[in-house]
């Protein structure tokens, strides 16, 4: 197998052509994806391969992308679209919520919505209160949908192509911050199953449940740790719906101990629920209770500096570890 690195931005394209030339029925839609290859180039080249059949720019109307993937979907296509920032879903919400993961249901599985929503968190972008939420929970809130979040170049690609070749709606969910991030690739074809998390670093102190670009945050402070004799394994979800609780409660029994680091808000935010499931079946291996180490409960300030201390960071996340292993040996 070829490995090269590649950027996640790269990989996502790399996703999007390849299962457009595998199946004729998959074709993108959004705003300024084709003309100008995106706002973030993630598209960019596919207009020109493709044609604007395949690669539909469309007007600026959240509502209408969402509606047309649904009704594209159910007449047998295979829609992508791309929502530009995670904040315009909200646009687009009736068709998101309250036809896009109902309709499989409500007809007894007769229809079926094989539609993907690409959308992104702009984390560390400073875009503001209005262009920087991430609620990855009120998705997960919502059954039907599966959920995305990947972290790397790899697991973005993986992921992509097995969303796009899934039954049910899915919500891919990309970091802008991680666009220019370089990882490793196969040149060959490879699918990563939904539903199944990755052990990004084993190790035996404690367990650091984080997703996107907090896994980032994890591995480098998992690192700095080592050298101070705390072994800190790092697990990344990958799908937040299918939620691989196998992987999170084995992980917890053997550490004892669990830290999560969200980009959300932490108040009914994606590691209360991560918090429930490991109280719920691994109570007993806990040596100390759950800490969760997530966005401020306050829009986005959009002064960098205000900014950076609204997320949760590295060093929050060292401080954290290794008070709760001192306090629970």
Do not use: W
């Amino acid at each position: 197998m070829v490995v090269r690195e590649i950027t996640y931005a790269e990989a996502i394209r790399e996703a999007l052509r390849e299962e457009m030339l595998r199946d004729e029925r998959v074709f993108l839609l959004g705003e300024d994806i084709g003309l100008i290859g995106g706002v973030f180039k993630v598209t960019q080249g596919l207009y020109e391969e493709f044609g604007p059949e395949r690669v539909r720019d469309t007007p600026i109307s959240e509502e209408a992308i969402i509606g047309a993937a649904i009704g594209a979907a159910i007449a047998g296509m295979r829609p992508v679209a791309e929502i530009m920032y995670m904040d315009f879903l909200m646009c687009g919400a009736d068709e998101l919520i309250n036809h896009l993961p109902k309709i499989r249901f409500m007809t007894g599985g007769k229809l079926k919505v094989p539609a993907v929503i690409r959308t992104q968190c702009a984390f560390y972008r400073y875009a503001a209160a209005q262009h920087s939420q991430c609620f990855p929970a009120f998705l997960m809130n919502t059954p039907g949908f599966y959920i995305e979040v990947p972290s790397t170049p790899y697991d973005a690609k993986g992921l992509l192509k097995s969303a796009i070749r899934d039954e049910n709606p899915d919500i891919f969910i990309e970091s802008a911050a991680l666009y220019r991030v370089r990882g490793p690739v196969p040149t060959e074809e490879y699918l990563i199953p939904l539903g199944v998390a990755d052990v990004k670093k084993e190790g035996k102190d404690v367990t650091v449940f984080a997703f996107s670009i907090m896994v980032h945050v994890a591995l480098s402070a998992a690192k700095k740790l080592e050298v101070e004799g705390i072994s800190v394994e790092v697990i990344d979800p990958r799908t937040l719906n299918p939620f691989d609780k196998k992987t999170l409660i084995e992980s917890v029994k053997k550490t004892g101990r669990l830290v999560i680091i969200e980009p959300d808000h932490k108040t009914a935010g994606v590691g209360a629920e991560v918090a429930a499931i490991a109280v719920e079946e691994a109570y007993e291996y806990l040596k100390a209770p759950v800490i969760r180490l997530a966005a401020e409960d306050m829009p986005a300030p959009f002064s960098p500096k205000a900014y950076n201390a609204f997320l949760p960071n590295e060093e929050k996340l060292i401080n954290t570890i290794k008070s709760l292993v001192k306090r629970s040996k």
